[in-house]
């Protein structure tokens, strides 16, 4: 994929900071206000920036979503820490049961 320097800052912009906001996003890449108010839809079609984009949201979502694993070690560790409160402790636990799924009331 060939991006040149301002198209990958767009991108980069696009999925962080400017959170989908084309024309935002061009503005911050060094973009004129007025090429991005008219043509900020022409970058985030380009098939290059496209796959940068996808790529740049792969990371992310790999680096900042808790796996399940994740999760019930954080509970895990909520309902063993004598020093939380009692009812954070429990709610952990229920939590940890439910995920287990020993609330299933299939009789």
């Not at 970058?43 to 984009?53: D, T």
């Not at 020093?83 to 995920?99: G, N, P, Q, W």
Request: aromatic share 10%; hydrophobic share 40%.
């Amino acid at each position: 994929m060939k991006l040149n320097p301002r198209q990958k800052l767009f991108a980069e912009y696009y999925c962080g900071k400017h959170l989908g906001n084309a024309e935002q996003a061009a503005v911050a890449a060094g973009y004129s206000a007025r090429y991005a108010r008219g043509n900020a839809y022409k970058l985030v079609s380009n098939s290059g920036v496209q796959e940068y984009i996808a790529e740049l949201n792969a990371k992310t979502e790999s680096e900042t979503v808790a796996t399940v694993t994740d999760i019930k070690a954080f509970w895990s560790t909520v309902m063993n820490d004598e020093d939380m409160a009692m009812k954070d402790r429990l709610r952990a636990s229920e939590l940890l049961a439910k995920a287990g799924g020993m609330f299933n009331n299939e009789w």
